[in-house]
């Protein structure tokens, strides 16, 4: 039953003149019901308006309402007699649909809307009244935590470095946070209700209607770099990511969009490019200008050792193998530098390459070291991959290169190789017996020119790992080292499945 059909119940028993009847009538009634005199004082309550109001009010004593303490909406306390039953036994009209918060002597409170209705004699005077308070608090509970939701969520969009946007399925931009305002430099009185093309640059207006499509067919879109035009007409590299909005019924009516700034990492792309270029340029430079004046250095010294030995005396012949030393140092050092440089000269493999066969190649090339140190190469059936077949060798040939280079010198080397799948991605180790690494230098060892040991103690340039490193990089994926002093080390880099 409506409001307005127990308002009428409770206002035809209270008019009877069987008070017994309309007394159980009312006591029936599943809502707070309550009778008053002319002077608003209470002459009934039926067990429901006790229930609500958490007390039995004394009758010809309390007056205008059953409750204990009333507050306006604000939290207002509200004198009961300014209240609606109040108001109404005054002959004023009480606006329908007012709520009001009551408290109960426990301290507990309820909101509720009253409903006063005058009782008039025959002379149709004001003879006393009825009101029903109807329980809105469930209602109003959930009101505030949505508003509360609304501004905590109003909140975080205000205070994200991302532009937020919502538009209908006709471009037209329907909402505008700050976000958006410092990304674009438009307000939302300036945008709100204009079709979005006016961001895109006139070179791009073909991208809108393909967005569009996809929504219309319920797609995502993530991740999509473009470039939008500000207020000022600057260019901003954005990332998009675009989500359809739907009705109850499931239809898409409209679309919210989330525009990144990538301005910095497109910049930063640039710069790395160039770095990448300008290094290529310096190693392929250095592998032509250096490589002949070492070869140089190399012979004559080794032709003035061997042509004038007897006329040099034994410093002389130390300062001789010192220059050789150093001319073959240097070339291995520019020959490391080219391949470090060369990583990213091969474009990337769609192809799947056997990691074994990556394997044998680089035990092939490492095969007199293997032989020098007597060491012991093992591995397990290793997977294919999408990487090209160079690289992927190249990791196997320093890491194994590696571990037979750190070998204890009373111990012959053990290194075994294995691959396992884990999480979308294979993560191949290399494991060895050799001297092992300190847990400090765990990240220290990737870095370009980066040696714990002195030439004299263990020969190389510093630039295997790096370039181990550089690689895994190129393909989205991460290298690291497990290692004690002593105790080994287990080398491990990770390859996105079908990257």
């Not at 308002?7 to 599943?30: C, E, G, H, N, V």
Request: glycine residues 6%; hydrophobic residues 40%.
């Amino acid at each position: 039953m409506t409001v307005d059909t127990f308002r009428t119940i409770a206002q035809s028993a209270a008019t009877k003149s069987d008070s017994t009847l309309w007394r159980t009538i009312i006591d029936t009634l599943p809502i707070a019901v309550y009778l008053t005199d002319a002077e608003g004082r209470l002459t009934y309550f039926n067990s429901a308006a006790a229930t609500l109001s958490g007390r039995a009010p004394e009758l010809s004593v309390d007056k205008w309402c059953v409750t204990w303490k009333l507050f306006l909406p604000d939290g207002t306390p509200l004198p009961h007699d300014q209240c609606p039953m109040a108001i109404a036994l005054r002959g004023e009209k009480v606006p329908e649909g007012v709520e009001c918060i009551a408290e109960r002597p426990d301290g507990t409170q309820f909101w509720f809307t009253p409903y006063p209705t005058v009782l008039r004699d025959e002379d149709g005077r004001i003879a006393g009244g009825v009101n029903l308070l109807v329980d809105i608090t469930a209602r109003k509970l959930a009101e505030i935590a949505t508003e509360r939701a609304q501004r905590l969520l109003s909140a975080i969009v205000d205070s994200s470095d991302d532009a937020i946007i919502s538009k209908n399925l006709n471009s037209i931009i329907t909402s505008w946070n700050k976000s958006a305002e410092r990304l674009f430099g438009y307000t939302s009185e300036e945008v709100i209700g204009k079709p979005i093309n006016l961001l895109i640059p006139s070179d791009r207006q073909d991208e809108e209607p393909s967005i569009i499509g996809r929504l219309m067919r319920g797609e995502r879109v993530d991740h999509f770099e473009t470039v939008r035009r500000r207020k000022n007409g600057t260019l901003v590299d954005i990332s998009l990511t675009i989500s359809p909005i739907r009705d109850s019924s499931g239809r898409v009516v409209g679309a919210s969009k989330i525009a990144r700034d990538i301005t910095k990492g497109k910049r930063a792309e640039a710069e790395i490019l160039r770095a990448n270029r300008d290094l290529e340029h310096f190693a392929f430079a250095a592998s032509h200008d250096l490589q002949e004046p070492l070869r140089t250095i190399t012979i004559y010294s080794e032709l003035l050792g061997t042509r004038h030995a007897g006329k040099l005396d034994e410093q002389a012949i130390e300062y001789l193998h010192y220059v050789r030393n150093a001319a073959t140092r240097m070339g291995t050092l520019v020959s490391d530098l080219l391949s470090y440089a060369q990583v990213s000269k091969l474009e990337e493999s769609e192809e799947l390459t056997d990691a074994n066969e990556a394997l044998a190649r680089a035990i092939e090339c490492l095969s007199h070291t293997i032989a020098e140190n007597e060491a012991r190469v093992s591995s397990e059936s290793l997977p294919a991959v999408t990487m090209h077949r160079t690289h992927l060798q190249q990791l196997f040939q320093n890491l194994v290169g590696n571990a037979l280079k750190y070998r204890k010198k009373d111990l012959a080397p053990e290194v075994h190789i294995s691959a396992e799948q884990q999480a979308g991605r294979w993560i191949f180790t290399v494991r060895d017996n050799g001297i092992g690494i300190s847990q400090q230098y765990k990240e220290y060892v990737f870095g370009i020119f980066k040696r714990l040991h002195t030439s004299s103690e263990y020969a190389g340039t510093g630039i295997g790992l790096a370039t181990c490193r550089r690689i895994v990089d190129q393909y989205q994926g991460e290298i690291w080292v497990e290692s004690e002093p002593g105790e080994g080390s287990i080398f491990r880099f990770a390859i996105p499945d079908g990257a």
